[in-house]
Nanobody
Framework: QVQLVESGGGLVQPGGSLRLSCAHS????????IGWFRQAPGKEREGVSC????????YYVDSVKGRFTISRDDAKSAMYLQMNNLKPEDTAVYYC????????????????????WGKGTLVTVSS
């Protein structure tokens, strides 16, 4: 049974940082990419970042490049999203997802490319 549990969300001021975590189990990273999507109030879900199954390639949506860093720790069955220089427009529920990671998955927010989802963690950027 695949399980994805996000944590680390919260309220932060503009310019601040947060580190999201995704604890996962029930699948092999040898066969799957893993990544982050987000959904802001009243907006469609969008891709943020993902890492391919090899772990060697990461993709980012343009709006977070240079500010967010995705990583994974296979020994701990965990994935992370380090978010720096946060902006109010980063406010959203952030979801961990497992499936097919590609540049298009992130760029176009291809939710259908992901097979399993966590329940999300809320990030609020506000002064």
């Amino acid at each position: 049974q695949v399980q994805l549990v996000e944590s680390g969300g919260g309220l932060v001021q503009p310019g601040g940082s947060l580190r999201l975590s995704c604890a996962h189990s029930g699948f092999s990273l040898d066969d799957n990419g893993i990544g982050w999507f987000r959904q802001a109030p009243g907006k469609e879900r969008e891709g943020v970042s993902c890492i391919t199954r090899t772990g060697y390639t990461a993709y980012y949506v343009d709006s977070v490049k240079g500010r967010f860093t995705i990583s994974r720790d296979d020994a701990k069955s965990a994935m992370y999203l380090q978010m720096n220089n946060l902006k109010p427009e980063d406010t959203a529920v952030y979801y961990c997802a497992v499936g097919s990671c590609s540049r298009d998955t992130v760029r176009h927010g291809y939710s259908h490319a992901m097979d399993f989802w966590g329940k999300g963690t809320l990030v609020t950027v506000s002064s």
